[in-house]
């Protein structure tokens, strides 16, 4: 059997294929199609033009921006989708997947907005938006602590829905309560009980995807290798969440949390260095996160350090906890204030004392803003001598900070295989490098990511190596992208996102979608057809043919019509 061609080896004769097709077509054509193939396809007797919004539409705007999270991603040269599908049921999901298939446009799945790279709302070629903030249902089963919740839903949402039917449990995930649960679980998702419950990832039981095939998969169907796939290798890999399924843990009915700061003078730099041993190893019950930016106080330039912890128990306990463990902090009664878990989600979110928690059902409480993130994850303490020498490039820099996210705990306790993520037990902490900007413009962009880019290189010596690991949900491009969607291409980026477990995530998107439907600039790649043959002695990848030959139609109608344009 002649093995297919495989995608890579199509792609730039494609590309100009469709570039020239593209431009004869006039975007209500397409809108057109797109519309009667969805009716066709759907189950669902809505009014399927009430979903699809193209740049005709006079909300067209309204809907792409409301769910922008970065304002570099907001600009006038920003490529704009051709359609947005803002899907009401499944059946929508389904049907907006083999449509945007069959026509030939790139689908990007947006949860919540919140990808620091716009990967979920931006790409250089012509796409559509599917926009997933209609499923947002949260059902909610005490009786066995689990929960349903559908990717468009929000964390904030979630915590409230959990809040109105328990004061005892909670869910690890997030501390910014707009963040989508769609793209936070399926990115591995974290938050401030990291170290007493581990990852959002490791309470998913069940998932609900739709494939390139346009089936509705649960657990059982989809197999557990995909089921491992989604999550933490990120879900818009390998298809369209619908839903996670994911069990609650306890949560005392009091919890303590603090904030202190130091500066330079009052001896910051001791604080950081003894923290780096105690905050990844003292009891699982606290998590400290740590900030530290330059400021400028009574005019003189210094390095401001801040210590925001969640302790899940009373003010009793945690104070001679770190009188013991951490003296060089100096923490106080006085510092703490106790109250119950919901309360201090809206703490983290810096909501005041007193605010209601139906603030955390507010979509439009996150203030936009140009910024750039990076991560890095530390392995073995940095000296002071280190420390010192760093701050004294931040305050050169002056502007971009770091934010130190422990670990150890729970952490430590599950394999780096269990899930796609693998930074687990050997990893003292997590480095999140962020600057943020006001002016608009190239010039403001180009300055401000490059003075984050010379911090992130500053702390080389300082952080993990072969690869230098970096966290998917902290999403940058600068590591890497993919423009052929290729395997060696999707290896840099990949193996520093998943070290080992890349390679079983590409052997899982050769099976589920080897011709790489569902694709960014730092998706998971297909194997070729050569490297999937070396890899298993020659047998063809599944579903492959089947695949292949269901789209050779449209690939040679798209040929002809540019050849014919040509002549």
Known sequence: ??????????????????????????????????????????????????????????????????????????????????????????????????????????????????????????????????????????????????????????????????????KVYGFPAGVCPTVGVGGHISGAGYGNMVRKYGLSVDYVVDAKIVDVNGNILDRKAMGEDLFWAIRGGGGASFGVILAFNIKLVDVPETVTVFKLERTLEQNATDVVYKWQSVAPTTDDNLFMRMLVQPVTLNKQKTIKISIMALYLGDVNSVVPLLAEDFPELGLVTEDCFEMSWIESALWWAS????TSPTVLLDRESYHVKFMKRKSDYVKTPISKDGLQWLWKKMIELEEPGLVFNPYGGKMNEIKETETPFP????????????????????????RSRSLVNRLHSYMTSFVSKNPRSAYLNYRDLDIGITKNWS????????????????????DVKTVVDPHNFFRNEQSIPPRTIKAWNEKNEGSIPPSTSKAWNKSKPYVMIILFMAIGHII
Not at 351 to 354: R, S, T
Not at 425 to 443: H, P, R, T, V
Request: charged content about 15%.
């Open 351 to 354: 909501f005041g004392k007193g």
């Open 487 to 506: 395997y060696q291409e999707g290896k840099v980026y990949g193996e520093s996102y998943f070290n080992g477990n890349f390679e079983r995530l590409v």
């Open 1 to 166: 059997m002649t093995p297919p061609l495989s995608p890579p080896s199509l792609l730039p004769l494609l590309l100009v294929a469709f570039n020239i097709c593209f431009s004869l077509a006039a975007s209500n054509s397409v809108y057109e199609s797109f519309v009667q193939c969805l009716k066709t396809r759907s189950n669902s007797s809505d009014n399927i033009s009430d979903i699809v919004y193209s740049h005709s539409n006079a909300t067209y705007e309204t809907v792409l921006e409301q769910y922008i999270r970065n304002a570099r991603f907001n600009t006038s040269s920003t490529p704009k989708p051709v359609i947005i599908i803002t899907p009401l049921t499944e059946s929508h999901v389904s049907a907006a997947v083999i449509c945007s298939n069959n026509i030939g446009f790139q689908l990007r799945i947006r949860s919540g907005g919140h990808d620091f790279e716009g990967a979920s709302y931006v790409s250089d070629q012509p796409f559509f938006i599917l926009d997933m903030f209609n499923l947002r249902s949260i059902s909610i089963n005490m009786a066995d602590q689990s929960v349903w919740v559908q990717s468009g839903a929000t964390l904030g949402e979630l915590y409230y829905r959990i809040w109105e039917e328990s």
């Open 423 to 446: 930074h687990r037990a050997g990893n003292l902490f997590k480095i999140q490098y962020s600057i943020n900007w006001k002016d608009m413009g190239i010039e403001a962009d180009k």
